[in-house]
């Protein structure tokens, strides 16, 4: 598709530099997308997404009143399935809100937005993360990347000319920086390796993350170890005093029993000596009543 506004040496030659290293630019008035053969890693169906990120692109976006977005430069891992980058793709044509925008989500992968508002528009950071990825990391990333790209896409030169020059002079002058595809090249270039470099470092953070998560799991179970250790030690030390216990009143207690069976073995002497006496009076008695008379 040929543009206007550009003559076709300089657009093939942005084409061409697009493809370069999973990255990506183009806008609504002729730069188009790459098409999904150009990205032959990527699967239509991914049972599970990963904890990982693996799309971040930064495009210009126009007032509401207009549609279409330049897409200067988006980035995605190698093994990144086309569903994740085709929500990307999606969450960069939405209408820029306010603020955040997290409302797009693809086969368990996520897509937010951070949009950075001027006079004539926006400039729109998305993301793309598994489920499983911190989603305050990746807000994190995209924050990052809007204070890293912000000078850079934004001049200063033209920002400070806003009070006195009218919207239609600003509107002019970023229709023509931005339809000029040798300039969204060179942005195209320079955000190229931020975005590459964001990436990288956001899914090494997410994998230093989890082995921190893994090392405080473990340090939480020999604690826990530890805790059940000192509980049974402290069990083990009350069941030997109980047995202790016990072994003190049984032993009393055959003391005891022991003094009662001697005292009714004692009572039993008692009694038979008491007996025997009274039946020898009794016999006795009566024999010397007999010799007397």
Same mark, same amino acid.
């Given at each position: 598709?040929?543009?206007?506004? %550009?003559? /076709?040496?300089?657009?093939?030659?942005? =084409?061409?530099?697009?493809?370069?290293?999973?990255?990506?630019?183009? /806008?609504?008035? #002729?730069?188009?997308?790459?098409?999904?053969?150009?990205?032959?890693?990527?699967?239509?169906?991914?049972?599970?997404?990963?904890?990982?990120?693996?799309?971040?692109?930064?495009?210009?976006?126009? @007032?509401? /009143?207009?549609?279409?977005? !330049?897409? !200067?430069?988006?980035?995605? +891992?190698?093994?990144?399935?086309?569903?994740?980058?085709?929500?990307?793709?999606?969450?960069?044509?939405?209408?820029?809100?306010? #603020?955040?925008?997290?409302?797009?989500?693809?086969? #368990?992968?996520?897509?937010?937005?951070?949009?950075?508002? *001027?006079?004539?528009?926006?400039? /729109?950071?998305?993301?793309?993360? #598994?489920?499983?990825? *911190?989603?305050?990391?990746? =807000?994190?990333? %995209?924050?990052?990347?809007?204070?890293?790209?912000? @000078?850079?896409?934004?001049? =200063? *030169?033209?920002?400070?000319?806003?009070? =006195?020059?009218?919207?239609? %002079?600003?509107?002019?002058?970023?229709?023509?920086?931005?339809?000029?595809?040798?300039?969204?090249?060179?942005?195209? $270039?320079?955000?190229?390796?931020?975005?590459? $470099?964001?990436?990288?470092?956001?899914?090494?953070?997410?994998?230093?993350?989890?082995?921190?998560?893994?090392?405080?799991?473990?340090?939480?179970?020999?604690?826990?170890?530890?805790?059940?250790?000192? *509980?049974?030690?402290?069990?083990?030390?009350?069941?030997?005093?109980?047995?202790?216990?016990?072994? $003190?009143? +049984?032993?009393?207690?055959?003391?005891?029993?022991?003094?009662? $069976?001697?005292?009714?073995?004692?009572?039993?002497?008692?009694?038979?000596?008491?007996?025997?006496?009274?039946?020898?009076?009794? %016999?006795?008695?009566?024999?010397?009543?007999?010799?007397?008379?």
């Amino acid at each position: 598709m040929s543009n206007p506004f %550009v003559d /076709s040496d300089a657009t093939s030659e942005a =084409q061409k530099d697009s493809t370069h290293g999973n990255t990506s630019f183009g /806008s609504s008035m #002729g730069l188009s997308l790459p098409t999904a053969p150009s990205l032959p890693s990527m699967s239509r169906k991914l049972p599970e997404t990963p904890p990982m990120m693996v799309y971040l692109s930064v495009c210009r976006q126009k @007032p509401a /009143s207009s549609k279409g977005e !330049i897409v !200067i430069c988006e980035t995605y +891992a190698e093994d990144a399935p086309l569903v994740s980058v085709e929500a990307g793709r999606k969450m960069m044509g939405r209408k820029a809100p306010p #603020g955040w925008d997290d409302s797009v989500s693809n086969e #368990g992968w996520r897509a937010i937005k951070l949009p950075v508002h *001027d006079l004539n528009g926006c400039f /729109s950071f998305v993301c793309v993360f #598994g489920k499983a990825f *911190d989603a305050s990391r990746a =807000q994190a990333a %995209v924050e990052k990347l809007a204070v890293l790209l912000m @000078p850079m896409l934004s001049p =200063q *030169d033209l920002d400070a000319g806003a009070e =006195q020059a009218s919207k239609e %002079v600003l509107a002019a002058a970023e229709q023509q920086r931005f339809t000029d595809p040798a300039t969204v090249l060179a942005l195209h $270039r320079t955000a190229e390796p931020l975005l590459a $470099r964001e990436l990288a470092h956001a899914n090494s953070s997410q994998q230093l993350s989890r082995v921190e998560d893994q090392l405080n799991e473990v340090r939480r179970i020999m604690e826990r170890n530890v805790e059940m250790i000192l *509980d049974r030690q402290e069990q083990l030390e009350s069941i030997e005093a109980q047995t202790h216990e016990l072994e $003190r009143a +049984a032993g009393a207690f055959r003391k005891n029993t022991r003094k009662l $069976r001697r005292f009714h073995l004692m009572n039993q002497v008692k009694w038979g000596v008491a007996v025997g006496t009274m039946v020898s009076a009794a %016999v006795a008695v009566p024999i010397l009543l007999l010799a007397t008379a």
